[in-house]
């Protein structure tokens, strides 16, 4: 009790997180046909096989919320509140969703207004814990008790991370060379895993064949409607990070595509708010040129990407064969006038290395994709050095195998200083 008799509150507690505030979903939609779904009920994909997005009672939240009341709130992921769609905060189980910093990085960059967004300070190391919080809200908030996922490590752990700490049972599949800190964080934290000999595609069949069963919930990114709009946080952030504007191009690595799809969606709204305008920045999907589907399809002008075939790549997390919101992503860039870019493992690991010796940054190999796109970008004058531009850094680079390190010192024998 304090002086004046009210109950101190405990150190660390969130005020996004304790404050009664109003939620503003009024249905879902199907991205393809655009028929509509009751919210507050499980749901995976629509009837024509696609994903469902949320949509808000936006006029409401305008006169809910400003600006700037909510630049004035803590700066965390649930300031967001009224544009998410947990509608009871006793849902939500938080490990410190935080908002990630933009990091310049003009030494190894090439251009002048080069930031980087770091999700790898987010929970559980990378930006599937943005996904994973809100996916795992929701579906304790509608009374799912066991959650399967295929994963190409980061969201495995996320959800086991998450899940666990809401006493959901999960069962994670991932392909047998996922990288091995991975497989076994989802282990330490809580979930049965199985190491699969195929794709996270091959591990997506299994997920989908015992939800057929009725085995368990299927939670596949974007074949559930939440972890999208968990996503599109990196959107709304980079916003108000910016001071209520967007940069003029962005970078993501590109798997399943949820982000690009949640940060696109993430700016639409904002408009329609009054609290952006009408510029967009242009959209870059980055690929890794081993398993570039998205890249094929840009390029042949199609509206959907067909399975690309043998996928080998470092970059572990956008190796994804087949998305099932391919459409989504293709229409995100065509209409932001950006492009899908492939980059070889070489480019990839050459910019990891260049940004970690000369900027200091450690970037996982997705984020290196990022760096490695734009600077071929700006070599072939797709970009200018004085743009501003985001890359997206998913995860945290202490999450993959580093070059080795080999160099002893004998104490006992006489040290040559001059050499060290
Ligand atoms: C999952 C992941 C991606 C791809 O994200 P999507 O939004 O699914 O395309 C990129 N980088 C890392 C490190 C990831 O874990």
Redesign the pocket.
């Known amino acids: 009790m304090t002086a004046n008799g009210r109950t101190a509150k405990p150190g660390g507690m969130n005020d996004n997180l304790t404050a009664h505030r109003p939620t503003f979903v009024t249905h879902l939609e199907c991205s393809l046909t655009g028929e509509h779904y009751e919210a507050d009920t499980l749901h995976n994909l629509s009837r024509a096989g696609r994903p469902l997005l949320v949509r808000y009672d936006l006029a409401g939240i305008r006169t809910a919320v400003s600006r700037e009341t909510l630049g004035a709130r803590q700066t965390d992921l649930w300031r967001w509140r009224e544009l998410l769609p947990v509608r009871h905060t006793g849902n939500i189980v938080s490990l410190g969703e935080i908002e990630t910093p933009l990091i310049p990085i003009p030494a190894s960059s090439g251009g002048t207004r080069v930031l980087v967004k770091d999700e790898g300070r987010l929970p559980t190391g990378?930006f599937?814990a943005r996904g994973l919080v809100m996916a795992l809200a929701m579906a304790k908030e509608l009374g799912v008790t066991r959650i399967a996922m295929p994963t190409?490590g980061?969201?495995g752990a996320a959800l086991a991370a998450y899940a666990s700490r809401a006493g959901i049972e999960t069962i994670v599949f991932c392909p047998e060379d996922t990288p091995e800190v991975n497989v076994r964080e989802i282990a330490a934290q809580g979930a049965r895993v199985w190491r699969v000999n195929g794709l996270i595609d091959d591990c997506g069949a299994i997920v989908a064949k015992g939800a057929a069963e009725g085995r368990w919930f299927d939670f596949s990114?974007l074949k559930e409607p939440y972890r999208i709009e968990g996503?599109k946080t990196m959107g709304l952030e980079l916003a108000a990070q910016l001071g209520w504007r967007l940069p003029h191009a962005i970078f993501y690595?590109?798997?399943?595509?949820?982000?690009?799809i949640g940060m696109w969606k993430a700016f639409d709204e904002l408009e329609r708010l009054g609290w952006i305008g009408a510029e967009r920045p242009r959209m870059y999907a980055v690929q890794a040129a081993g398993c570039a589907p998205i890249v094929r399809a840009f390029e042949a002008g199609e509206e959907h990407a067909e399975r690309w075939e043998d996928a080998h790549t470092v970059a572990a997390?956008?190796r994804v064969p087949r998305a099932v919101g391919d459409f989504l992503i293709l229409r995100a860039v065509r209409q932001s006038g950006g492009k899908a870019l492939a980059v070889g493992d070489p480019a990839i690991l050459a910019a990891v290395d260049d940004c970690a010796r000369r900027d200091g940054l450690l970037l996982?190999p997705?984020g290196g994709a990022t760096l490695a796109a734009y600077r071929q970008a700006l070599r072939d004058g797709e970009v200018d050095e004085d743009e501003e531009v985001v890359l997206f850094n998913?995860?945290t680079g202490l999450k993959y195998p580093l070059p080795t390190a080999e160099q002893r010192l004998d104490r006992h024998t006489v040290i040559d200083f001059d050499m060290l």
């Open positions: 990378s599937k190409n980061n969201a990114t996503k690595p590109t798997g399943g595509g949820t982000g690009l997390g956008i996982c997705e998913c995860a």
